[in-house]
């Protein structure tokens, strides 16, 4: 393996197919009634195929008449022969239509099953995962099913139904050397498919992980568009991605030359095994122990055998990768939400929402703590604001209170319940947050704001935005409330998406409220303004600032001054400025700044 590829990117390491292939049967066997059907037809129609030779024999055999006998047309060997070909098509085709719902079923509900698992899974999981990545695995895991289901049902049962009529007929009709003969040209040809297999697989799965990252190189670079712009780095993106293409290139041309070795040494295998029997037939023929229509029977059933074989190494090799797929997307629903919901987790009861702090310590990484031993309370429906310098933690307190991440130590309990010990969902329902980065979806403005309520009726969301005072600007937009916002929200300013995030907040009305940096992207006239709404919004509720700008928390019931994870100060504005310590510092800080700004723009601003 080469050292561009971490080694959880090999899907071949420790695959577990069998309990792969029982998993993927508890979802086709949904429909067993259909499953069982299409067997039938695979049998029907199987036997109608080998029929054909037979009646071809009689009918070769009726024809082949020497001499002055007068010759009768076999009608109805011809029509028979007719009928039997008309059959197998027909089950044939009986058995795909019967089957599709099976499998397209199984398709959507594994589908399914992975995305709601990708919901379950932790933050951390998807902050480390390339969104790109995702997504192709979550494609190529429910292709896999697909193509696994489509090469048992089309090709290997069928084939292996055929081998084994074809086996009989032999064995009981001919000479043992005929039986013997295709016996081993089977068993050499699929020794040599699975060994040259095996040693051409690495290529496909180089091809494949290099395939993944250009795309994830891809994914990333256009994401950041915008970026790559600002820093005129079109140049090193194209040639990062052709450098990891340069690598998919080798590794695709090797699979694919090595394929071709594979080939044409089963088509020799096939050429040599057919040349045998009919050389055996030939002998048969001259020395009077089997008739002409035995030599076309013979020949008609190998060849019958030989093409679908001729199809089963490329379906080895395409089941081993659907197989390794399918092995991915496994591993990936096994894999655990780092976040789990205690066995007797019980449903978040708010009546006052109270929060409380105690002793929380928390580091992403093990290494690096990030918040050491927090202790702090919000009593219900009062205002605790957390100011800082960048970096300091606040919105990871934030991220707790959701529980994105478990604590390394402490509790956080609202109103007496350890969030830890309640449901996730009923956590999560009684919080609402205007987040740092507000993202939205690639969906209209009104889509967005609905989100929060889906059962919301649409003077409700209306409403919200005008609370939100950003009803008037979507109206002066050209399509208004169905103004699509583009990728993330691109398309919207940072004020207009916070302004999107407080209507989604006060669409969902619950008991607790978060703003991190809330107005932080907005000018100080339309931040007053807003502040004005949020205040109104925060009435009853009990509420977490983070703030950046102190003179929007001046009224809060508590400040937390926070620095590296620490609460250094603590207390009204009042008390904090008689302190002289780093609020009365960042406040004077910003004072300034105010003043200067109002001496060169002339107003207030
Ligand atoms: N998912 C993460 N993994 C590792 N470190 C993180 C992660 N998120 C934030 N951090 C780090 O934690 C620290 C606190 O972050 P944050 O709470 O967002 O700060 P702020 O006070 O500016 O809101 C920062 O130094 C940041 O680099
Ligand atoms: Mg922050």
Redesign the pocket.
């Known amino acids: 393996m080469s050292h561009y590829i971490r080694y959880e990117d090999n899907p071949h390491s420790h695959r577990h197919d069998r309990q792969n292939l029982g998993r993927m049967f508890t979802y086709i066997w949904e429909y067993k009634g259909r499953v069982l059907f299409a067997l039938l037809c695979l049998i029907a129609s199987k036997l109608a195929l080998v029929g054909v030779p037979f009646i071809l024999k009689q009918i070769v055999d009726h024809l082949d008449v020497s001499g002055d006998v007068v010759m009768a047309l076999p009608l109805a060997l011809l029509l028979a022969y007719g009928a039997l070909r008309l059959a197998g098509s027909l089950f044939n085709e009986l058995r795909d239509a019967v089957f599709a719902r099976v499998r397209y079923r199984a398709m959507r509900r594994i589908s399914t099953r992975v995305f709601q698992h990708l919901h379950n899974l932790s933050?951390?999981f998807h902050?480390d995962r390339h969104t790109g990545n995702i997504s192709r695995d979550l494609e190529r895991g429910a292709t896999s099913v697909s193509s696994i289901l489509n090469y048992m049902v089309f090709n290997i049962l069928p084939t292996i139904a055929e081998f084994i009529l074809v086996a009989a007929i032999l064995f009981s009709q001919y000479e043992l050397r005929f039986a013997i003969a295709i016996f081993s040209t089977v068993i050499i040809y699929f020794v040599f498919t699975f060994m040259i297999t095996e040693w051409r697989m690495h290529f496909r799965h180089e091809m494949n992980a290099y395939d993944s990252k250009a795309n994830g190189r891809a994914v990333d670079a256009l994401l950041n568009y915008e970026t790559v712009k600002y820093f005129n780095n079109e140049k090193l993106e194209l040639q990062r991605y052709d450098e990891t293409l340069y690598h998919w290139e080798q590794s695709a041309v090797k699979s694919q030359t090595s394929m071709s070795l594979l080939n044409f040494g089963q088509g020799s295998i096939i050429a040599i095994g057919v040349t045998m029997i009919m050389v055996f037939a030939g002998q048969g023929v001259v020395s009077g122990q089997m008739s002409i229509g035995d030599l076309v029977l013979v020949n008609a059933l190998m060849l019958q055998l030989f093409i679908p074989l001729g199809f089963l190494g490329i379906v080895y090799r395409q089941l081993k990768y659907a197989l390794a797929d399918m092995d991915l997307m496994f591993k990936l629903l096994e894999r655990q939400g780092e976040v789990q919901d205690q066995a007797d987790a019980k449903p978040l009861h708010v009546k006052d929402g109270e929060i409380e702090f105690k002793n929380v310590s928390f580091a992403?990484?093990p290494e690096?703590p990030?918040l050491q031993e927090l202790s702090f309370s919000i009593k219900p429906g009062q205002k605790l604001a957390v100011v800082?310098?960048?970096?300091?933690?606040?919105?990871?307190?934030a991220?707790l209170l959701f529980r994105f991440y478990d604590l390394n130590d402490g509790e956080v309990i609202i109103d007496g319940q350890n969030i830890a010990t309640v449901t996730q969902q009923s956590l999560r329902e009684s919080i609402g947050i205007v987040p740092?980065d507000t993202v939205l979806f690639n969906d209209t403005i009104y889509y967005n704001i609905h989100y929060a309520r889906p059962a919301a009726t649409r003077d409700e969301v209306i409403k919200a935005a005008e609370l939100a005072h950003i009803h008037e600007f979507i109206q002066s937009l050209p399509d208004g409330y169905d103004t699509v916002v583009g990728e993330r929200g691109l398309k919207l300013s940072g004020g207009e998406k916070q302004r999107v995030a407080i209507a989604r907040v006060i669409m969902k009305n619950p008991k607790i409220l978060v703003f991190?940096?809330a107005t932080s992207s907005l000018d100080s006239h339309a931040e007053k303004a807003i502040l004005k709404a949020l205040k109104e919004v925060a009435e009853n509720h009990t509420t977490l600032v983070?703030a950046h700008r102190l003179s929007t928390i001046i009224d809060a019931d508590q400040i937390l001054v926070?620095e590296a994870?620490k609460i250094v100060e603590q207390g009204t504005h009042r008390e904090l400025l008689t302190s002289d310590g780093l609020y009365t510092h960042l406040w004077q800080l910003q004072q300034e700044e105010q003043i200067e700004q109002k001496q060169t723009t002339g107003k207030n601003i």
């Open positions: 933050l951390r902050l992403y990484q690096r990030i800082g310098p960048s970096g300091a933690g606040k919105s990871t307190l991220r740092q991190d940096e983070i926070l994870g």
